[in-house]
Protein backbone atom coordinates (compact mmCIF):
# COMPACT_ATOMS: atom_id res chain seq x y z
CA UNK A 1 0.00 0.00 0.00
CA UNK A 2 2.44 2.50 1.02
CA UNK A 3 4.67 2.63 -2.04
CA UNK A 4 7.31 5.65 -3.06
CA UNK A 5 7.48 5.30 -6.48
CA UNK A 6 3.69 4.93 -6.83
CA UNK A 7 3.06 8.43 -5.59
CA UNK A 8 2.62 10.82 -8.29
CA UNK A 9 4.97 13.58 -9.63
CA UNK A 10 3.25 16.48 -8.01
CA UNK A 11 2.99 18.87 -4.84
CA UNK A 12 0.34 21.18 -2.98
CA UNK A 13 1.59 24.08 -1.05
CA UNK A 14 -0.94 25.01 1.90
CA UNK A 15 -3.06 28.31 1.47
CA UNK A 16 -2.63 30.82 3.80
CA UNK A 17 -5.02 30.91 7.14
CA UNK A 18 -8.09 32.04 6.36
CA UNK A 19 -8.39 30.92 3.03
CA UNK A 20 -10.64 28.12 4.03
CA UNK A 21 -13.16 28.24 5.90
CA UNK A 22 -15.84 25.22 7.34
CA UNK A 23 -19.11 25.04 6.75
CA UNK A 24 -22.57 23.37 7.04
CA UNK A 25 -21.62 20.56 10.21
CA UNK A 26 -18.06 20.84 10.24
CA UNK A 27 -18.87 25.27 11.02
CA UNK A 28 -20.84 23.56 13.79
CA UNK A 29 -18.23 21.49 14.96
CA UNK A 30 -15.67 24.17 15.61
CA UNK A 31 -18.34 25.85 17.13
CA UNK A 32 -18.50 23.15 19.89
CA UNK A 33 -14.97 23.37 20.07
CA UNK A 34 -15.24 26.52 20.67
CA UNK A 35 -18.10 26.62 23.63
CA UNK A 36 -16.45 23.34 25.09
CA UNK A 37 -13.23 22.77 26.89
CA UNK A 38 -11.15 25.24 24.53
CA UNK A 39 -13.25 28.09 24.81
CA UNK A 40 -13.37 27.46 29.06
CA UNK A 41 -10.06 26.37 29.83
CA UNK A 42 -8.17 30.00 30.77
CA UNK A 43 -10.85 30.58 33.22
CA UNK A 44 -10.72 26.59 34.62
CA UNK A 45 -7.17 25.57 34.18
CA UNK A 46 -4.52 27.50 35.95
CA UNK A 47 -1.98 26.34 33.22
CA UNK A 48 -3.31 28.72 30.98
CA UNK A 49 -4.94 30.91 33.61
CA UNK A 50 -3.70 35.16 33.61
CA UNK A 51 -1.07 33.94 35.55
CA UNK A 52 0.69 31.42 32.80
CA UNK A 53 4.27 32.91 32.21
CA UNK A 54 3.56 33.39 28.81
CA UNK A 55 1.39 35.99 29.97
CA UNK A 56 3.73 37.22 32.02
CA UNK A 57 2.64 35.73 35.52
CA UNK A 58 4.56 33.13 37.48
CA UNK A 59 2.89 29.77 36.74
CA UNK A 60 3.69 27.47 33.97
CA UNK A 61 5.96 28.91 31.22
CA UNK A 62 6.76 25.72 29.39
CA UNK A 63 4.80 23.97 26.54
CA UNK A 64 1.83 24.15 27.47
CA UNK A 65 1.07 27.72 26.35
CA UNK A 66 2.39 27.64 23.19
CA UNK A 67 0.42 24.36 22.60
CA UNK A 68 -2.88 26.39 23.13
CA UNK A 69 -1.94 29.36 21.49
CA UNK A 70 -1.01 27.15 18.04
CA UNK A 71 -5.08 25.91 17.91
CA UNK A 72 -6.40 29.04 19.50
CA UNK A 73 -5.03 30.95 16.51
CA UNK A 74 -6.85 28.58 13.66
CA UNK A 75 -9.81 28.19 15.66
CA UNK A 76 -10.50 31.81 16.09
CA UNK A 77 -9.41 32.74 12.63
CA UNK A 78 -11.80 29.63 10.51
CA UNK A 79 -14.69 30.86 13.33
CA UNK A 80 -13.91 34.63 13.01
CA UNK A 81 -14.86 34.54 16.51
CA UNK A 82 -13.87 38.27 18.11
CA UNK A 83 -13.81 37.19 21.84
CA UNK A 84 -11.46 34.11 20.56
CA UNK A 85 -9.36 36.38 18.59
CA UNK A 86 -8.70 38.87 20.71
CA UNK A 87 -7.66 35.93 23.15
CA UNK A 88 -5.17 34.87 20.68
CA UNK A 89 -4.16 38.46 20.59
CA UNK A 90 -3.39 38.50 24.27
CA UNK A 91 -0.71 35.74 24.15
CA UNK A 92 0.37 36.56 20.53
CA UNK A 93 1.06 40.27 21.91
CA UNK A 94 3.05 39.50 24.97
CA UNK A 95 5.37 36.99 23.28
CA UNK A 96 6.31 39.23 20.28
CA UNK A 97 7.16 42.30 23.45
CA UNK A 98 9.09 39.52 25.47
CA UNK A 99 11.91 39.54 22.58
CA UNK A 100 15.16 40.57 23.57
CA UNK A 101 18.02 42.28 21.46
CA UNK A 102 19.43 38.97 21.04
CA UNK A 103 16.29 37.32 19.67
CA UNK A 104 15.49 35.19 22.41
CA UNK A 105 11.46 35.03 23.69
CA UNK A 106 9.52 33.86 26.11
CA UNK A 107 9.19 33.41 30.09
CA UNK A 108 12.38 34.70 31.60
CA UNK A 109 12.99 31.22 33.04
CA UNK A 110 12.80 29.21 30.06
CA UNK A 111 16.03 27.64 28.77
CA UNK A 112 14.38 25.28 26.27
CA UNK A 113 14.31 25.33 22.38
CA UNK A 114 11.41 23.47 22.22
CA UNK A 115 8.58 25.89 23.08
CA UNK A 116 9.80 28.38 20.97
CA UNK A 117 9.52 26.30 18.47
CA UNK A 118 5.39 25.91 19.23
CA UNK A 119 5.41 29.64 19.86
CA UNK A 120 6.92 30.01 16.42
CA UNK A 121 4.46 27.54 14.12
CA UNK A 122 1.54 29.95 16.08
CA UNK A 123 3.20 33.34 15.08
CA UNK A 124 3.43 31.74 11.32
CA UNK A 125 -0.36 31.09 11.08
CA UNK A 126 -1.04 34.40 13.16
CA UNK A 127 0.87 36.33 10.50
CA UNK A 128 -1.25 34.69 7.56
CA UNK A 129 -4.27 35.31 9.00
CA UNK A 130 -3.69 38.86 10.61
CA UNK A 131 -1.06 40.02 8.45
CA UNK A 132 1.02 41.41 11.38
CA UNK A 133 3.92 42.85 10.57
CA UNK A 134 6.01 42.06 13.94
CA UNK A 135 6.16 38.66 13.11
CA UNK A 136 9.03 38.32 10.23
CA UNK A 137 11.33 40.54 12.05
CA UNK A 138 10.97 38.92 15.13
CA UNK A 139 11.45 35.36 13.70
CA UNK A 140 14.38 36.70 11.58
CA UNK A 141 15.97 37.90 14.94
CA UNK A 142 14.56 34.25 16.46
CA UNK A 143 16.82 32.34 13.86
CA UNK A 144 19.49 33.90 13.75
CA UNK A 145 19.84 33.42 17.70
CA UNK A 146 19.48 29.81 17.07
CA UNK A 147 21.96 29.28 13.89
CA UNK A 148 24.53 31.83 16.31
CA UNK A 149 23.87 29.86 19.86
CA UNK A 150 22.20 26.03 18.77
CA UNK A 151 25.77 24.92 17.96
CA UNK A 152 27.38 25.53 21.56
CA UNK A 153 24.17 25.92 23.33
CA UNK A 154 22.27 22.81 21.76
CA UNK A 155 18.44 21.35 22.01
CA UNK A 156 18.10 19.16 24.30
CA UNK A 157 15.39 16.43 24.77
CA UNK A 158 11.76 16.88 23.30
CA UNK A 159 13.41 19.19 21.13
CA UNK A 160 15.86 17.38 19.55
CA UNK A 161 13.47 14.63 18.58
CA UNK A 162 11.00 17.11 17.24
CA UNK A 163 13.31 19.50 15.27
CA UNK A 164 11.38 19.07 11.86
CA UNK A 165 8.81 21.78 13.67
CA UNK A 166 11.43 24.04 14.19
CA UNK A 167 12.40 23.69 10.34
CA UNK A 168 8.82 24.29 9.24
CA UNK A 169 9.22 27.77 10.78
CA UNK A 170 12.37 28.47 9.54
CA UNK A 171 11.15 27.13 5.84
CA UNK A 172 8.01 29.64 6.28
CA UNK A 173 9.78 32.46 6.62
CA UNK A 174 12.15 31.46 3.64
CA UNK A 175 9.74 31.34 1.57
CA UNK A 176 8.24 34.58 2.52
CA UNK A 177 11.34 36.53 2.71
CA UNK A 178 13.66 34.48 0.11
CA UNK A 179 16.28 35.14 3.11
CA UNK A 180 18.98 32.82 1.76
CA UNK A 181 20.92 33.05 4.98
CA UNK A 182 17.79 31.31 6.96
CA UNK A 183 19.33 27.94 5.14
CA UNK A 184 22.15 28.04 7.69
CA UNK A 185 19.73 27.96 10.81
CA UNK A 186 17.63 25.38 9.02
CA UNK A 187 20.70 23.14 8.39
CA UNK A 188 21.77 23.78 12.47
CA UNK A 189 18.00 22.60 13.37
CA UNK A 190 18.41 19.55 11.05
CA UNK A 191 22.07 18.91 12.58
CA UNK A 192 20.36 19.08 16.06
CA UNK A 193 17.89 16.50 15.57
CA UNK A 194 17.14 12.85 15.52
CA UNK A 195 16.76 10.81 12.33
CA UNK A 196 13.20 9.77 12.02
CA UNK A 197 14.78 8.72 8.62
CA UNK A 198 16.85 6.32 9.99
CA UNK A 199 14.53 5.27 12.68
CA UNK A 200 12.07 4.43 10.43
CA UNK A 201 13.88 2.44 8.06
CA UNK A 202 15.68 0.04 10.52
CA UNK A 203 12.64 0.32 12.96
CA UNK A 204 13.45 -2.27 15.53
CA UNK A 205 10.57 -1.72 18.04
CA UNK A 206 8.36 -4.42 16.16
CA UNK A 207 6.27 -5.10 19.41
CA UNK A 208 5.05 -3.23 22.60
CA UNK A 209 7.64 -3.89 25.24
CA UNK A 210 7.98 -5.91 28.62
CA UNK A 211 7.93 -3.70 31.34
CA UNK A 212 11.11 -5.48 33.11
CA UNK A 213 12.94 -4.08 30.03
CA UNK A 214 11.19 -1.14 29.15
CA UNK A 215 13.41 2.22 29.34
CA UNK A 216 12.35 5.77 28.48
CA UNK A 217 13.43 6.35 24.22
CA UNK A 218 13.15 9.49 22.52
CA UNK A 219 12.19 7.24 19.53
CA UNK A 220 9.72 5.16 20.55
CA UNK A 221 7.67 7.85 22.37
CA UNK A 222 4.07 8.10 20.77
CA UNK A 223 3.54 11.26 20.45
CA UNK A 224 7.38 11.70 18.68
CA UNK A 225 6.45 9.02 16.09
CA UNK A 226 3.46 10.54 14.98
CA UNK A 227 5.51 13.85 14.46
CA UNK A 228 8.61 12.34 13.41
CA UNK A 229 6.49 11.16 10.59
CA UNK A 230 6.96 14.32 8.65
CA UNK A 231 10.91 14.60 9.59
CA UNK A 232 11.82 12.68 6.62
CA UNK A 233 10.12 14.74 4.46
CA UNK A 234 11.59 17.55 5.73
CA UNK A 235 14.50 16.42 5.66
CA UNK A 236 14.46 15.35 2.00
CA UNK A 237 13.68 19.37 1.47
CA UNK A 238 16.90 20.75 3.00
CA UNK A 239 19.44 17.92 1.88
CA UNK A 240 18.15 16.27 -1.15
CA UNK A 241 18.93 12.75 -0.25
CA UNK A 242 16.64 10.88 -1.79
CA UNK A 243 16.27 7.94 0.72
CA UNK A 244 14.57 9.87 3.20
CA UNK A 245 12.39 11.27 0.90
CA UNK A 246 11.36 7.26 0.44
CA UNK A 247 11.02 6.46 4.63
CA UNK A 248 8.02 8.73 4.45
CA UNK A 249 6.04 5.72 3.27
CA UNK A 250 8.20 3.64 5.47
CA UNK A 251 7.02 5.23 8.22
CA UNK A 252 3.72 4.66 8.12
CA UNK A 253 4.30 0.91 6.97
CA UNK A 254 6.22 0.18 9.73
CA UNK A 255 4.01 1.76 12.41
CA UNK A 256 0.27 -0.09 10.28
CA UNK A 257 2.28 -3.22 10.63
CA UNK A 258 3.52 -3.30 14.43
CA UNK A 259 1.20 -1.02 15.91
CA UNK A 260 -1.65 -0.04 13.50
CA UNK A 261 -5.08 0.36 14.60
CA UNK A 262 -8.46 0.18 11.92
CA UNK A 263 -8.81 3.67 12.36
CA UNK A 264 -5.43 4.43 11.14
CA UNK A 265 -3.92 5.30 14.11
CA UNK A 266 -1.13 3.62 15.72
CA UNK A 267 -0.81 2.63 19.59
CA UNK A 268 1.25 4.16 22.24
CA UNK A 269 0.56 4.50 25.93
CA UNK A 270 2.76 6.22 26.38
CA UNK A 271 5.23 4.35 23.92
CA UNK A 272 4.82 2.05 21.44
CA UNK A 273 2.30 -0.57 22.26
CA UNK A 274 1.46 -3.51 19.61
CA UNK A 275 -1.38 -4.34 17.70
CA UNK A 276 -3.77 -5.38 20.60
CA UNK A 277 -7.37 -3.21 19.90
CA UNK A 278 -6.91 -2.64 23.83
CA UNK A 279 -3.88 -0.55 23.98
CA UNK A 280 -3.96 3.11 24.33
CA UNK A 281 -2.89 6.09 22.05
CA UNK A 282 -2.32 9.04 23.25
CA UNK A 283 -4.48 12.21 22.17
CA UNK A 284 -1.28 14.19 21.06
CA UNK A 285 -0.42 11.67 18.71
CA UNK A 286 -3.82 11.90 17.11
CA UNK A 287 -3.57 15.87 16.35
CA UNK A 288 -0.21 15.42 15.80
CA UNK A 289 -0.22 12.85 13.21
CA UNK A 290 -2.97 14.58 11.72
CA UNK A 291 -0.51 17.88 11.04
CA UNK A 292 2.33 15.17 10.08
CA UNK A 293 -0.40 14.43 7.22
CA UNK A 294 -1.49 17.72 6.25
CA UNK A 295 2.10 18.10 5.55
CA UNK A 296 2.88 15.14 3.84
CA UNK A 297 0.17 15.18 0.93
CA UNK A 298 1.24 19.17 0.44
CA UNK A 299 4.46 17.72 0.08
CA UNK A 300 4.46 14.59 -1.98
CA UNK A 301 0.59 14.69 -3.31
CA UNK A 302 -0.19 11.14 -3.12
CA UNK A 303 -4.28 10.80 -2.13
CA UNK A 304 -3.27 7.92 0.05
CA UNK A 305 -2.46 10.24 2.52
CA UNK A 306 -5.55 11.97 2.41
CA UNK A 307 -7.52 8.85 2.94
CA UNK A 308 -5.39 8.40 6.20
CA UNK A 309 -5.82 11.91 7.37
CA UNK A 310 -9.82 11.56 7.05
CA UNK A 311 -9.44 8.28 8.96
CA UNK A 312 -8.16 10.12 11.74
CA UNK A 313 -10.00 13.40 11.55
CA UNK A 314 -13.68 11.19 11.29
CA UNK A 315 -12.77 8.25 13.52
CA UNK A 316 -9.84 8.63 16.48
CA UNK A 317 -10.07 12.31 16.68
CA UNK A 318 -13.94 12.98 17.56
CA UNK A 319 -13.70 9.09 19.47
CA UNK A 320 -11.77 10.85 22.11
CA UNK A 321 -13.73 13.61 23.55
CA UNK A 322 -17.52 13.68 25.28
CA UNK A 323 -19.97 14.88 22.34
CA UNK A 324 -19.59 18.72 23.58
CA UNK A 325 -15.90 18.55 23.66
CA UNK A 326 -15.90 19.52 27.34
CA UNK A 327 -14.00 16.43 28.50
CA UNK A 328 -11.21 14.42 26.86
CA UNK A 329 -9.29 11.04 26.97
CA UNK A 330 -5.62 11.37 27.27
CA UNK A 331 -5.69 7.46 26.02
CA UNK A 332 -8.37 6.02 23.38
CA UNK A 333 -8.89 2.25 22.87
CA UNK A 334 -10.40 0.37 19.91
CA UNK A 335 -11.89 -1.69 22.29
CA UNK A 336 -13.31 0.37 24.50
CA UNK A 337 -15.60 -1.13 26.98
CA UNK A 338 -15.04 0.57 30.29
CA UNK A 339 -13.41 3.86 31.00
CA UNK A 340 -12.62 3.80 34.92
CA UNK A 341 -9.78 4.37 37.24
CA UNK A 342 -7.87 1.11 36.74
CA UNK A 343 -4.63 -0.26 36.11
CA UNK A 344 -3.97 -1.50 32.56
CA UNK A 345 -1.77 -2.84 30.23
CA UNK A 346 -0.47 0.26 29.03
CA UNK A 347 3.47 0.62 28.74
CA UNK A 348 3.48 3.03 31.53
CA UNK A 349 0.67 5.18 31.25
CA UNK A 350 -1.25 5.26 35.08
CA UNK A 351 -4.36 4.10 35.86
CA UNK A 352 -6.69 7.38 35.00
CA UNK A 353 -5.82 7.44 31.15
CA UNK A 354 -8.49 6.55 29.52
CA UNK A 355 -11.36 8.40 31.77
CA UNK A 356 -12.86 11.59 30.16
CA UNK A 357 -11.65 15.10 31.79
CA UNK A 358 -9.84 17.76 31.98
CA UNK A 359 -6.30 16.42 32.81
CA UNK A 360 -6.45 12.34 32.82
CA UNK A 361 -3.12 11.13 33.21
CA UNK A 362 -0.89 14.16 32.32
CA UNK A 363 -2.03 18.07 30.52
CA UNK A 364 -0.23 17.79 27.61
CA UNK A 365 -3.06 16.45 25.64
CA UNK A 366 -5.70 19.34 26.90
CA UNK A 367 -2.71 22.08 25.70
CA UNK A 368 -1.94 20.62 22.66
CA UNK A 369 -5.72 19.42 21.35
CA UNK A 370 -7.00 22.28 19.95
CA UNK A 371 -4.79 22.15 16.25
CA UNK A 372 -6.81 19.36 15.47
CA UNK A 373 -9.88 20.54 14.01
CA UNK A 374 -9.32 23.65 12.54
CA UNK A 375 -5.80 23.09 11.07
CA UNK A 376 -7.79 20.17 9.18
CA UNK A 377 -10.00 22.49 8.06
CA UNK A 378 -7.66 24.65 6.96
CA UNK A 379 -6.26 22.38 5.47
CA UNK A 380 -9.26 20.82 2.52
CA UNK A 381 -7.94 22.81 0.11
CA UNK A 382 -4.35 23.61 -0.95
CA UNK A 383 -2.72 25.36 -4.16
CA UNK A 384 -1.38 22.92 -6.71
CA UNK A 385 2.15 23.43 -8.83
CA UNK A 386 0.21 23.95 -11.74
CA UNK A 387 -1.08 26.88 -10.39
CA UNK A 388 -4.52 25.39 -9.86
CA UNK A 389 -6.37 23.66 -6.60
CA UNK A 390 -6.72 20.99 -5.02
CA UNK A 391 -9.11 19.55 -2.88
CA UNK A 392 -7.27 17.04 -0.84
CA UNK A 393 -9.72 16.00 2.08
CA UNK A 394 -13.75 16.15 1.46
CA UNK A 395 -15.66 18.08 4.35
CA UNK A 396 -18.34 20.98 4.42
CA UNK A 397 -16.09 24.15 3.38
CA UNK A 398 -15.47 27.31 1.21
CA UNK A 399 -11.89 28.00 -0.06
CA UNK A 400 -11.73 32.01 -0.98
CA UNK A 401 -8.14 32.86 -3.01
CA UNK A 402 -6.81 34.56 -5.90
CA UNK A 403 -6.14 31.62 -8.87
CA UNK A 404 -4.15 32.74 -11.76
CA UNK A 405 -4.33 36.21 -10.70
CA UNK A 406 -8.35 36.06 -10.53
CA UNK A 407 -10.89 35.58 -7.71
CA UNK A 408 -12.42 32.56 -7.21
CA UNK A 409 -14.72 30.55 -4.52
CA UNK A 410 -15.19 26.72 -4.54
CA UNK A 411 -17.72 25.66 -2.17
CA UNK A 412 -18.24 21.86 -0.97
CA UNK A 413 -22.06 21.41 -0.29
CA UNK A 414 -21.99 18.40 0.95
CA UNK A 415 -22.69 16.19 4.83
CA UNK A 416 -19.71 14.02 4.12
CA UNK A 417 -18.74 11.52 5.34
CA UNK A 418 -22.06 10.64 6.65
CA UNK A 419 -22.69 10.95 3.16
CA UNK A 420 -21.16 10.08 -0.33
CA UNK A 421 -21.65 13.14 -2.38
CA UNK A 422 -19.93 16.66 -2.66
CA UNK A 423 -21.33 19.56 -4.73
CA UNK A 424 -19.25 22.06 -5.76
CA UNK A 425 -20.53 24.99 -6.22
CA UNK A 426 -18.30 27.85 -8.40
CA UNK A 427 -18.56 31.88 -7.55
CA UNK A 428 -16.14 34.37 -9.09
CA UNK A 429 -14.08 35.44 -12.05
CA UNK A 430 -15.99 34.33 -15.11
CA UNK A 431 -14.59 32.24 -18.00
CA UNK A 432 -11.75 31.47 -15.70
CA UNK A 433 -9.62 28.10 -16.72
CA UNK A 434 -7.53 26.90 -13.94
CA UNK A 435 -6.81 23.21 -13.13
CA UNK A 436 -8.51 21.56 -10.12
CA UNK A 437 -7.43 18.13 -8.47
CA UNK A 438 -10.11 16.37 -6.90
CA UNK A 439 -9.17 13.34 -4.38
CA UNK A 440 -10.24 10.37 -5.38
CA UNK A 441 -10.40 7.51 -1.95
CA UNK A 442 -8.84 4.41 -2.91
CA UNK A 443 -12.03 2.88 -1.10
CA UNK A 444 -14.52 4.75 -3.36
CA UNK A 445 -16.64 2.18 -4.96
CA UNK A 446 -17.59 3.55 -9.00
CA UNK A 447 -16.67 6.99 -8.22
CA UNK A 448 -17.17 9.99 -10.87
CA UNK A 449 -17.09 13.54 -11.57
CA UNK A 450 -19.83 14.93 -12.76
CA UNK A 451 -20.48 11.66 -14.16
CA UNK A 452 -17.49 10.50 -15.55
CA UNK A 453 -15.55 7.85 -13.60
CA UNK A 454 -12.93 8.61 -12.15
CA UNK A 455 -9.83 6.56 -10.55
CA UNK A 456 -9.90 5.24 -6.89
CA UNK A 457 -7.04 6.47 -4.88
CA UNK A 458 -5.70 8.78 -7.56
CA UNK A 459 -6.40 12.70 -7.84
CA UNK A 460 -8.63 13.48 -11.03
CA UNK A 461 -8.32 16.31 -12.68
CA UNK A 462 -10.76 18.92 -13.90
CA UNK A 463 -9.63 21.24 -16.31
CA UNK A 464 -12.25 23.08 -17.28
CA UNK A 465 -13.43 26.93 -17.60
CA UNK A 466 -15.22 28.40 -15.18
CA UNK A 467 -18.21 30.37 -15.01
CA UNK A 468 -19.97 32.08 -11.55
CA UNK A 469 -23.17 29.50 -10.70
CA UNK A 470 -21.32 26.55 -11.94
CA UNK A 471 -21.66 23.17 -9.75
CA UNK A 472 -19.75 20.12 -9.95
CA UNK A 473 -21.34 16.28 -8.96
CA UNK A 474 -18.73 14.21 -6.82
CA UNK A 475 -20.06 11.08 -5.73
CA UNK A 476 -17.76 8.45 -3.70
CA UNK A 477 -19.99 5.33 -3.00
CA UNK A 478 -19.20 4.26 -0.27
CA UNK A 479 -19.54 -0.07 0.30
CA UNK A 480 -19.69 -0.95 3.73
CA UNK A 481 -16.49 -3.39 3.83
CA UNK A 482 -15.14 -6.24 6.63
CA UNK A 483 -11.26 -5.65 6.81
CA UNK A 484 -9.12 -8.71 8.51
CA UNK A 485 -7.26 -7.09 11.59
CA UNK A 486 -3.80 -9.28 13.08
CA UNK A 487 -5.68 -8.98 16.24
CA UNK A 488 -7.64 -11.96 14.50
CA UNK A 489 -10.88 -10.05 14.45
CA UNK A 490 -12.76 -7.66 11.86
CA UNK A 491 -13.48 -4.35 11.20
CA UNK A 492 -16.17 -2.94 9.60
CA UNK A 493 -16.00 0.36 7.13
CA UNK A 494 -17.49 2.32 5.31
CA UNK A 495 -16.07 5.18 3.35
CA UNK A 496 -13.81 6.83 5.25
CA UNK A 497 -15.49 6.04 8.55
CA UNK A 498 -14.97 3.10 10.62
CA UNK A 499 -17.82 1.22 12.71
CA UNK A 500 -18.00 0.10 16.04
CA UNK A 501 -20.41 -1.62 18.53
CA UNK A 502 -22.67 1.05 20.12
CA UNK A 503 -22.53 0.12 23.77
CA UNK A 504 -25.28 1.97 26.29
CA UNK A 505 -22.99 3.98 28.63
CA UNK A 506 -23.46 5.86 32.16
CA UNK A 507 -21.38 8.66 32.77
CA UNK A 508 -20.70 9.26 36.24
CA UNK A 509 -18.44 12.28 37.73
CA UNK A 510 -15.39 10.45 39.71
CA UNK A 511 -13.49 13.90 40.22
CA UNK A 512 -12.77 17.50 39.64
CA UNK A 513 -15.19 20.05 39.70
CA UNK A 514 -18.09 21.67 36.92
CA UNK A 515 -17.76 22.47 34.46
CA UNK A 516 -14.84 20.48 33.61
CA UNK A 517 -14.99 17.23 35.91
CA UNK A 518 -13.64 13.64 35.22
CA UNK A 519 -16.09 10.80 34.15
CA UNK A 520 -15.91 7.45 34.14
CA UNK A 521 -17.86 5.55 31.68
CA UNK A 522 -19.58 2.28 32.46
CA UNK A 523 -21.23 0.20 29.93
CA UNK A 524 -24.91 -0.91 30.25
CA UNK A 525 -25.61 -3.33 27.54
CA UNK A 526 -23.67 -6.30 26.43
CA UNK A 527 -20.63 -5.89 24.63
CA UNK A 528 -18.93 -9.37 23.58
CA UNK A 529 -20.40 -10.26 20.32
CA UNK A 530 -19.43 -11.85 17.54
CA UNK A 531 -20.63 -10.72 13.90
CA UNK A 532 -21.63 -12.85 10.93
CA UNK A 533 -19.05 -12.27 8.41
CA UNK A 534 -18.96 -13.58 4.93
CA UNK A 535 -15.24 -13.47 4.26
CA UNK A 536 -14.67 -9.95 3.07
CA UNK A 537 -18.27 -9.12 3.13
CA UNK A 538 -21.15 -8.24 5.56
CA UNK A 539 -24.52 -8.13 5.52
CA UNK A 540 -25.44 -4.73 6.76
CA UNK A 541 -28.65 -2.57 6.73
CA UNK A 542 -27.49 1.02 6.86
CA UNK A 543 -30.01 3.85 7.84
CA UNK A 544 -29.11 7.53 7.38
CA UNK A 545 -30.08 9.91 9.61
CA UNK A 546 -30.15 13.62 9.93
CA UNK A 547 -27.35 15.53 10.96
CA UNK A 548 -28.11 16.86 14.34
CA UNK A 549 -26.16 18.02 16.71
CA UNK A 550 -23.70 17.02 18.80
CA UNK A 551 -23.25 14.80 15.55
CA UNK A 552 -19.94 12.66 17.46
CA UNK A 553 -22.99 11.21 19.88
CA UNK A 554 -23.98 7.12 19.99
CA UNK A 555 -27.69 9.26 20.00
CA UNK A 556 -26.98 11.10 17.33
CA UNK A 557 -25.19 8.69 14.83
CA UNK A 558 -25.36 10.30 11.36
CA UNK A 559 -25.52 6.49 9.84
CA UNK A 560 -26.34 3.63 11.42
CA UNK A 561 -25.57 -0.06 10.39
CA UNK A 562 -27.21 -3.03 11.23
CA UNK A 563 -25.98 -6.63 10.90
CA UNK A 564 -26.50 -9.85 12.58
CA UNK A 565 -24.29 -10.84 15.43
CA UNK A 566 -23.96 -13.39 18.48
CA UNK A 567 -22.53 -12.88 22.24
CA UNK A 568 -19.75 -15.14 22.85
CA UNK A 569 -19.90 -16.10 26.67
CA UNK A 570 -16.38 -16.51 27.13
CA UNK A 571 -14.97 -12.95 26.26
CA UNK A 572 -15.22 -10.94 29.26
CA UNK A 573 -13.20 -7.83 30.98
CA UNK A 574 -9.37 -8.85 31.72
CA UNK A 575 -7.70 -6.17 33.63
CA UNK A 576 -9.89 -3.70 32.80
CA UNK A 577 -10.50 -4.12 29.06
CA UNK A 578 -11.90 -6.23 26.56
CA UNK A 579 -9.87 -9.68 26.86
CA UNK A 580 -7.97 -10.56 23.55
CA UNK A 581 -10.39 -11.09 20.83
CA UNK A 582 -11.30 -15.02 20.54
CA UNK A 583 -10.57 -16.42 17.40
CA UNK A 584 -10.74 -20.20 16.62
CA UNK A 585 -13.44 -22.38 17.99
CA UNK A 586 -15.77 -20.50 20.43
CA UNK A 587 -19.08 -20.58 22.03
CA UNK A 588 -22.25 -18.60 20.33
CA UNK A 589 -24.99 -17.75 21.68
CA UNK A 590 -28.02 -17.09 19.33
CA UNK A 591 -28.04 -14.72 16.60
CA UNK A 592 -29.22 -10.80 16.98
CA UNK A 593 -29.08 -7.54 15.06
CA UNK A 594 -26.70 -5.05 16.65
CA UNK A 595 -26.41 -2.01 15.75
CA UNK A 596 -22.99 -0.11 14.77
CA UNK A 597 -22.48 3.34 14.93
CA UNK A 598 -19.18 5.37 13.45
CA UNK A 599 -16.30 5.11 15.62
CA UNK A 600 -16.11 8.96 16.70
CA UNK A 601 -19.75 8.17 17.82
CA UNK A 602 -18.80 5.15 20.29
CA UNK A 603 -17.19 6.95 23.24
CA UNK A 604 -17.60 2.99 24.88
CA UNK A 605 -17.14 0.50 21.75
CA UNK A 606 -15.95 -2.57 20.48
CA UNK A 607 -13.99 -2.26 16.62
CA UNK A 608 -12.09 -5.21 15.90
CA UNK A 609 -14.78 -8.11 16.64
CA UNK A 610 -14.28 -12.26 16.42
CA UNK A 611 -16.72 -13.56 13.19
CA UNK A 612 -18.41 -16.46 12.27
CA UNK A 613 -19.62 -17.70 9.29
ZN1 LIG B 1 -0.61 14.52 25.29
Known amino acids: MWNPDASPDRSFSPLPLGSVRPRGWLLRQLRIQANGQTGLLERHWPDLGPNSAWLGGDGEGWERGPYYVDGLVPLAVLLQDGELL ?39 QWAEATGDPRVEPFLSR ?14 HAWAIA ?9 QWLLRRTGDEGLRRALAETHRQGLSWTQWFQWFPATAKPAKETFRFSHFTHVVNNAMGIKAPAVEWEITGWEFARAATWQALEM ?43 ATFGDPLFGDRLESLAYNALPATFDPWMRAHQYDQQANQVLCDIHPRAWVNNEPDSNLFGLEPNFGCCTANYHQGWPKFVASLWMRSDDDGLALVAHGPSAVETTVRGRAVRLEAETEYPFRDSVTLRYAGASQHRFPLWIRIPAWADGPTVDGVPAEPGSFHLLDREWRSGDSVEVRLPMRTRVERR ?36 LPTTPWNYALRTDGERIDATIEERDLVAPFFSPENAPVVARVQAARVPGWEVVDGSAGPVPTGCFELGSSETVELVPYGCAKLRVTEFPSYG
Open 142 to 155: FFELLEREAPSRPF
Open 162 to 170: RWADMALSI
Open 255 to 297: LDRYHGQATGLFTGDEHLAGLQPTQGTELCAVVEYMFSLEKLI
Open 486 to 521: PSGGVSVLRGPLVFSLRIGERWNVVRGQEPLPDYEV
Open 86 to 124: SRAERWIDWTLKSQSADGRFGPDKLDDWWPMAIMAKALT
